[in-house]
């Protein structure tokens, strides 16, 4: 199986030698190409080569598929399908034809001395200067920083606003204060899912300014009363935030206080 990160080489030219133990071909007598994984992209006209000194195949691998018409497409479909039905293979695509990555690629691991070595970058190539690491004295919480991807610096007590006031000196700590844990829990993304329909669903009709309809939606207070919604549902787990319920059960009473009567 191959990795769904990986660096594609397309190259273009004749094929004069292919080395399997050592994993290089030879392009035009005199490219050498090393490869983990190889794949032959030819025309119509092309034709398996003969056995011989100049051709590597001592055999047709089981891999190797010529297709010249439909009859040839069909039997490497059916192999293809067998393939990945020997190894389970499974991938949601959903309503696209091309699959669409939006999770981060995580690398965690304990280093010799104690050290704890965390790098993320979103998916596809690498590109340095989108990529966090760091290297602490001390286990990192890697499934609740897991949560923080994707997410706007807003919806994180205004982050930038923060870092910019030099009120943050440690993010790890900055990110197990109390305010985040809502953001941690298992069914937070379910609740930006239903916000963001609510906010998709009512707006951008004709005839009405989308400016309009958002002020007129947040009047209506319907996003407020999920939110609130989320957290009365989740108040065991989540009692660090004052829902209305939690305040009036606070004050109940406190009108009959020997400090509110004469």
Known sequence: ???LRTYVNVCQGKLTKIDRRDQYIVVNDNSFLPYDYLFFMTGEQFRKPEKGNRT???EDPDNVFV???GIDANNALRSTNSLKARWNIHLERGDSLVPLY???IMRYCRLPGGLYYLSINKPGRVIPLETAISVEN?????YNIYCLWGKHEKLLNN???RFEMVLITDFFEYFKEPWVYAIYHNRFEALLDELNILMTSTVGHDGFSLITEVIELYKKNKWKKKVLEFIQD???HLPMYAHPLVIKAMLEGFNKSPMFTR
Do not use: C, G, T
């Open 234 to 236: 989740n108040m065991d």
């Open 56 to 58: 590597p195949f001592a």
């Open 67 to 69: 297709i010249n018409h």
């Open 102 to 104: 939006e999770k981060p």
């Open 1 to 3: 199986m191959i990795s």
């Open 159 to 161: 982050l930038q606003l």
């Open 138 to 142: 001390y286990p990192i919480d890697i």
